[in-house]
């Protein structure tokens, strides 16, 4: 569904050169549901106006939906649906119009477009707000409707740039509910970015990680996790001398720069917690150290990000929940 060989775009900025999105390859097979994070400035709607051919790639070649984006746009634009971050409809109409004028715009037939105006309001749950205008609708609401202005001419690819984001819990789950009917009842490939970590981590089947413009993760979250962060062992113990003794026997079972002390705290990362903790536990006690409390966790997509950078997603203000 979509196939991208080293596309990359620079931007001219003054006089220097900035480059976004560096070389990215990528194949999403229909019916996926991928999340493509990445912190602030990473590159992800770069990527996402490159692929929707909204905006020219510098260098490299991608088809999406059976279509080149450089040559064949119009093909490209009529086989997806995009959902921006910005809301897409206007203030004038009510929302059933809204969708049929959508469906107009896409070359429909006024009976098509009605029937298909119908056919998303009833997909997203927006009936009792058809004759609403989109002014007076909540924020969840207007997203739904949103996604349906996206859906309206049928497309087997939907795009959607933070679909949940700045939306109360309850309103965020709403949207996930449609999403994944989208894809179990008529096999949508969707392609989303999103800030909320544990949204991808639950909900995705595939994870795609972007950092200063190259992919640097792919793969299902619970692939991304073990191999690439591993659980968390925390542990405190009674007395700081002893902490520092004890991060010189977590040295020897943690992932090589996995151990952490902060006061009386030690911190490692190891492949399975469950194996690893007694083991340790044992240990400590051989060498006389008493341990106060111990904890075990396991890793987040926020772990993953910090193994492969040494930053974490989360220090961006903007992934304040992540
Ligand atoms: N039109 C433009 N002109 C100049 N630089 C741009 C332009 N669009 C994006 N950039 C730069 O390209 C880089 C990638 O931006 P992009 O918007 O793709 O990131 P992002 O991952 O979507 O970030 P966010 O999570 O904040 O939306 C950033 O350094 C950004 O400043």
Redesign the pocket.
């Known amino acids: 569904m979509i196939h991208a060989r080293g596309l990359t775009?620079r931007?001219?900025?003054k006089r220097a050169g900035?480059?976004?999105?560096r070389g990215l390859d990528l194949d999403v097979e229909a019916g996926q549901l991928v999340a493509f994070l990445?912190?602030?400035?990473?590159?992800?709607?770069?990527?996402?106006?490159m692929l929707t051919s909204l905006?020219p790639p510098t260098s490299g070649t991608a088809t999406v939906a059976g279509c080149d984006i450089v040559t064949d746009p119009a093909g490209v634009r009529a086989r997806i649906g995009y959902v921006g971050?910005k809301n897409s409809a206007g203030e004038n109409y009510r929302v059933r119009d809204e969708l049929v004028t959508q469906g107009r715009c896409y070359g429909l037939t006024r009976a098509r477009a009605h029937r298909r105006a119908d056919e998303v309001l009833g997909l997203l749950g927006l009936e009792p707000l058809a004759d609403r205008k989109p002014g007076t609708l909540s924020g969840g609401q207007r997203r739904r409707l949103d996604i349906a202005l996206g859906l309206v001419h049928r497309p087997d690819l939907l795009f959607l740039?933070?679909p949940s984001t700045g939306l109360d819990p309850h309103s965020r789950a709403e949207i996930w509910e449609h999403i994944l009917r989208l894809r179990a009842e008529y096999g949508t490939t969707l392609f989303l970015?999103t800030?909320y970590l544990e949204e991808a981590d639950s909900m995705a089947e595939r994870v795609v990680i972007?950092d200063n413009?190259r992919i640097i993760a792919d793969g299902t979250a619970e692939r991304l996790k073990s191999d690439l962060a591993g659980d968390r062992v925390t542990v405190t113990v009674g007395e700081e001398p002893d902490a520092a003794r004890a991060a010189e026997v977590a040295a020897r079972i943690a992932a090589p720069g996995g151990v952490g002390t902060e006061g009386t705290t030690v911190r490692l990362r190891v492949a399975r917690a469950g194996a690893a903790l007694p083991e340790y536990l044992r240990s400590l006690e051989a060498i006389g150290v008493k341990v106060a409390t111990a904890e075990t966790a396991r890793p987040t997509l926020d772990d993953v990000f910090l193994a492969l950078t040494g930053r974490s997603l989360g220090d961006?203000d903007?992934h304040s929940d992540a």
């Open positions: 775009r931007f001219k900025v900035v480059e976004a999105v990445g912190p602030n400035g990473a590159g992800k709607s770069t990527s996402l106006r905006l971050q740039d933070e970015t800030h972007i413009g961006d903007s």
